[in-house]
């Protein structure tokens, strides 16, 4: 589990406060809303609200309880199929020193070929030591982007070298990752993996949830939707 220390829980504070206030202020300066919905569709299985289960992930990249919980997850997404759909949403923790740069390569990537952006999430999750911070803290932040932008071209390839490093140098892909953690922020979220299904939240945030443990809570809604009345599975009550 991805438990906030004291030092570690102020900083979410501090930054949930600074965007708390900052949605306030640009309720006047208005201008601010993104013009689509954070995250990353699985698969372009874009939720039918009407017909599908929505879930949505809040994953940090450098987080081990966000690479222990992305397996049981996706199993649990391709057995349900079209009945069930899934956007991820990068949030960046601020004490592992690369997660905003490898959130903010998915967010390039996407913008590339966004077919190529699971793939690079699960090559982020698979070597995810090599972007911890005792493994990068003698090296400068131009050289640790210089870094992700080669490891990057393993996914989206050689020929891309200049496209992703334009994308560090781009305002657009910077501000995107910075909409993601506010939009988490909003949300409540203060660490990873966190989870909401249909909007609510799940328990246990900050834990990996397993394959039979997600089975436990699709069934049921699998099963209501099947009906014609309004019931709700207990845990949501």
């Not at 990068?136 to 490093?165: H, N």
Request: hydrophobic share 40%.
């Amino acid at each position: 589990m991805e438990i906030l220390q004291p030092k570690q829980g102020l900083l979410i504070l501090s930054a949930f406060l600074f965007v708390f206030n900052l949605s306030i202020w640009t309720i006047h300066a208005q201008g601010s809303i993104p013009a689509r919905f954070d995250g990353f569709v699985y698969e372009n299985n874009l939720p039918d609200h009407a017909d599908t289960i929505l879930i949505e992930a809040f994953f940090d990249p450098v987080c081990p309880d966000s690479k222990d919980a992305w397996p049981d997850l996706k199993r649990v997404v391709e057995y349900y199929g079209p009945q069930l759909s899934l956007i991820v949403h990068p949030f960046a923790l601020p004490y592992h020193d690369n997660a905003f740069l490898l959130s903010r390569a998915l967010h390039i990537v996407n913008k590339l070929n966004a077919s190529a952006t699971y793939p690079l999430l699960e090559l982020f999750f698979k070597h995810q030591t090599k972007f911890y911070n005792r493994h990068t803290y003698k090296m400068c932040r131009p050289s640790v982007v210089d870094y992700i932008v080669t490891f990057v071209t393993r996914i989206v390839g050689d020929d891309s070298l200049s496209a992703v490093e334009s994308g560090f140098s781009d305002r657009s892909t910077d501000l995107a990752t910075g909409i993601s953690f506010k939009y988490g922020c909003s949300r409540g979220v203060m660490g990873t993996p966190y989870f909401f299904v249909n909007g609510f939240p799940l328990p246990n945030a900050g834990s990996a949830l397993d394959y039979n443990g997600w089975r436990s809570i699709i069934d049921p809604l699998i099963n209501v939707k099947g009906q014609s009345g309004d019931e709700t599975p207990h845990f949501f009550l």
